[in-house]
């Protein structure tokens, strides 16, 4: 990872006007769809780890699942021509040690500490820490200020809470975080954009006052899945270089599995004569007279199918933020 060229890119993200999703993985089926994507639209790529993502490749052991994603998004990134960074999605005061092995063993360019649930002083005191803990290696740190409401992972709160300009200026002061996440009305999980009262106006106060503070630093918005394309782009406008991408990905991935089964049922399933006798698959392979079709039950043949709907997804919601053609990628081995 490099934290330097992240840096870099944010900075001329927020400079010439266009962000980058940053898109939440659990597996490598929505991996490498983001990585055919974004390469054949030239865009360097942002993946997020969540806690509840560590656990569930862990199987259960947080550490182990962390090392597996950031090896695995090391590794497969390899062979594309862009650049690829890895951040920490919803880390919080919980997480601690994790945070610590993370940067020790540099398995990630970004951190979120997410101590938005604390009081304002704590939240300076929990970001700093991890900023102080993180600068040595260069890792960027984002800290929230204000409630995104929703659930997402482990986190959820049933309200939102705006955040406030002045507040900002002074926490972006104290916990001297590289990047704020700010909730100006957008939700965790399923929201719909048309529905969402969205609060621009606040969203151009913080960077303004941000600005005017001498700290033009990259915004960051959670919960973009519902958002209209011009309500993201009105974003951008605003300062915001970062937007959290989790279920929109989760949807496709379960649309595009659901669609594939589907229309191959009779080459999975068994008639129903047969599945009254027993859904024993020893049975089925066995004795019965009906066999099912490995072309379409190997995993490996819908998972290709939901890569393929990812990277056309991917393709698609580039074009909504203009990172598109932007890749900062050297062919001369600018990149890890
Ligand atoms: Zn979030």
């Known amino acids: 990872m490099e934290p330097d060229a992240l840096r870099e890119i944010y900075r001329k993200a927020k400079q010439q006007g266009y962000g980058f999703f940053a898109n939440n993985i659990a597996d490598t089926n929505t991996l490498i769809g983001l990585l055919k994507g974004y390469s ?27 090392r597996i994603l950031s090896y695995t998004v090391r590794e ?88 406030d300009p002045d507040e900002a200026v002074e ?30 106006d606040i969203a151009k106060a913080i960077d303004q006052s941000l600005i005017a503070s001498g700290l033009d630093i990259p915004l960051v918005l959670h919960g973009t899945s519902g958002l209209l394309p011009e309500q993201i782009t009105e974003m951008i406008s605003y300062g915001i270089c970062k937007l959290n991408k989790d ?10 599995a659901h669609d594939f089964y589907l229309s191959h049922t009779s080459s999975i399933v068994p008639p129903n004569t047969i599945m ?30 939901v890569r393929e ?13 203009g990172s598109a053609g932007k890749s900062l990628f050297d062919s001369t081995g600018g990149t890890r």
């Open 40 to 66: 054949e639209k030239k865009s360097d790529l942002i993946i997020q780890i969540s806690p509840g993502a560590a656990a569930f490749a862990g199987d259960g052991d947080k550490l182990v699942g962390l």
């Open 76 to 163: 497969l990134a390899r062979n594309y021509p862009i650049r690829v960074f890895i951040n920490l999605d919803h880390f919080t005061v919980a997480e601690m040690e994790l945070i610590k092995v993370a940067i020790e063993e540099e398995l990630v360019a970004s951190i979120m500490i997410d101590a938005s649930a604390e009081s304002f002083e704590e939240n300076v005191r929990i970001s700093r820490t991890v900023k102080e803990m993180a600068e040595p290696m260069g890792i960027l740190i984002e800290a929230e200020l204000g409630k995104i409401k929703g659930v997402e992972d482990e986190i959820s709160s049933d309200e939102a809470f705006l955040t």
């Open 171 to 200: 926490f972006v002061q104290r916990s001297r975080a590289d990047l704020l996440a700010i909730s100006v009305g957008t939700e965790h999980g399923v929201s719909k954009g048309k529905d969402i009262t969205l609060r621009t």
């Open 247 to 256: 279920t929109h990905y989760q949807y496709v991935y379960g649309q595009a």
């Open 276 to 305: 009254k006798q027993t859904i024993a698959a020893d049975h089925i392979f066995k004795t019965s007279d009906w066999s099912p079709c490995k072309d379409y039950f190997d995993p490996r043949v819908v998972s290709k199918v």
């Open 309 to 321: 709907r990812i990277k056309e997804t991917a393709m698609e919601l580039i074009e909504q933020v």
